[in-house]
């Protein structure tokens, strides 16, 4: 079982930065894809970003230039700065692994192919 922990999630105005982290108990975390995903209620997990093994990320259009995820394996950690946030932002924010240690080459944020979930952290953007 790999537990994920994620924490960073406020309130900011549109324009602010908040930084996400998500703590994976696990000591094989450098063998896996770990991505972030948002959900509004009522709506489907949409997938925001992704990273492997190696660091190669993934990043929907809708954040790309904006977002930046990264990962301290030593730390067992994964991040996800967010920068000049839109209300259209606003959701909750889950932190998620995938064996293997490389991310789908097609379709790398699907939800579906991620089995390891946190339990997610609020954000929340206002105009």
């Known amino acids: 079982h790999v537990h994920l922990e994620e924490s960073g999630g406020g309130s900011v105005q549109s324009g602010g930065s908040l930084r996400l982290s998500c703590e994976v108990a696990k000591n094989s975390f450098p063998s896996f894809c770990m991505g972030w995903f948002r959900q509004l209620p009522g709506a489907g997990r949409e997938g925001v970003s992704t990273?492997?093994?190696?660091?190669?990320?993934t990043y929907a259009d809708s954040v790309k230039g904006r977002f930046t995820i990264s990962q301290e394996k030593y730390k067992n950690r994964l991040y996800l700065q967010m920068d000049s946030l839109k209300p259209e932002d606003a959701g909750t924010y889950f932190c998620?692994?995938?064996?293997?240690?490389?991310?789908?080459?097609?379709?790398?944020?699907?939800?579906?192919?991620?089995?390891?979930w946190g339990q997610g952290t609020q954000v929340t953007v206002s105009s």
């Open positions: 990273i492997d093994t190696d660091g190669a990320t």
């Open positions: 998620a692994a995938m064996g293997g240690g490389y991310c789908m080459t097609f379709n790398p944020r699907n939800a579906a192919s991620f089995q390891y």
